[in-house]
């Protein structure tokens, strides 16, 4: 995969844990997700919870070189003693989430380190902003528990939990904080198709091949916004579609005609 990044960030170590799941189609598509959350009443009827989800998604498969998308949100909330009658049930709670993407540095046994090229953050509703990504490590080992405490609960996943269904989703204000993809793919193969359609094979530098169907009509910009969605490259990622003869294709231009 071809990407610029621009400057890199710090380092970051960062470690997820696998079981099965599904693929996205012929995609090597892969998530982790790793969440936890806590709640009690105290003695005084006065409530507490919180809960924190993370999720690293891999577009392209876990490989080294490949990259990596990773969102982090975490809740809490405090409520009132049940003599406190005018604000008892009402709760204050804060909300953040951080965004970054990077790509996989390495992968050690049950370990896997990223290079983070950029990061944003949003607490409770305030605009996104700029941010430097957490250090958070995690294990590729199975394990989850419940515990009782008291009249609490607390539900914690050890470790992430591999779930190739999990989606990263953010606005487009907080990819505007962070570096976008240059990708590029090459257009092997045109067919016609039934129904007024075209079918596309197209390889990755990487080796990968993806395979599209469009409306006969369609131009190079439809291909390019096909294969940013199926790639989850996030708005703003610059896609650049190859002939077979390395020229790059205008935008404009007409896939078939």
């Given at each position: 995969?071809?990407?610029?990044?621009?400057?890199?960030?710090?380092?970051?170590?960062?470690?997820?844990?696998?079981s099965a799941s599904c693929l996205l189609s012929a995609m090597p598509y892969?998530?982790?997700?790793?969440?936890s959350s806590y709640s009690n009443i105290d003695s005084d009827g006065a409530p507490e919870e919180s809960s924190t989800e993370s999720a690293?998604?891999?577009?392209?498969?876990?490989?080294?070189?490949?990259q990596v998308q990773y969102l982090s949100k975490v809740h809490s909330a405090s409520g009132f003693p049940r003599y406190?009658?005018?604000?008892?049930?009402?709760?204050?709670?804060?909300?953040?989430?951080?965004?970054?993407?990077?790509?996989?540095a390495?992968?050690?046994?049950?370990?896997?380190?990223f290079t983070w090229a950029g990061a944003a953050k949003q607490k409770n509703r305030s605009a996104w902003s700029e941010a430097t990504p957490l250090m958070a490590v995690l294990q590729m080992e199975p394990g989850s528990d419940r515990q009782d405490l008291g009249r609490g609960r607390e539900e914690r996943s050890h470790k992430a939990q591999r779930c190739d269904e999990y989606r990263i989703h953010v606005p487009a204000e907080a990819w505007n904080m962070v570096p976008q993809?240059?990708?590029?793919?090459?257009?092997?193969?045109?067919?016609?198709?039934?129904?007024?359609?075209?079918?596309?094979?197209?390889n990755t530098i990487g080796g990968d091949e993806l395979d599209v169907q469009l409306p006969k009509d369609s131009a190079v910009e439809a291909l390019m916004q096909t294969v940013a969605e199926q790639r989850q490259l996030g708005p703003g990622a610059r896609v650049c579609i190859l002939n077979p003869d390395g020229e790059l294709l205008e935008p404009l231009s007409m896939l078939w005609s």
């Open positions: 995969v071809l990407t610029e990044w621009g400057v890199k960030a710090n380092f970051w170590e960062v470690t997820v844990r696998c892969a998530a982790w997700v790793y969440a690293w998604a891999f577009p392209d498969g876990l490989e080294v070189g490949q406190d009658r005018k604000r008892r049930g009402s709760l204050i709670s804060n909300d953040s989430q951080i965004f970054a993407v990077g790509e996989v390495s992968i050690n046994d049950n370990i896997v380190c993809q240059t990708f590029v793919v090459t257009l092997t193969c045109l067919d016609t198709s039934t129904g007024g359609q075209i079918r596309l094979q197209l």
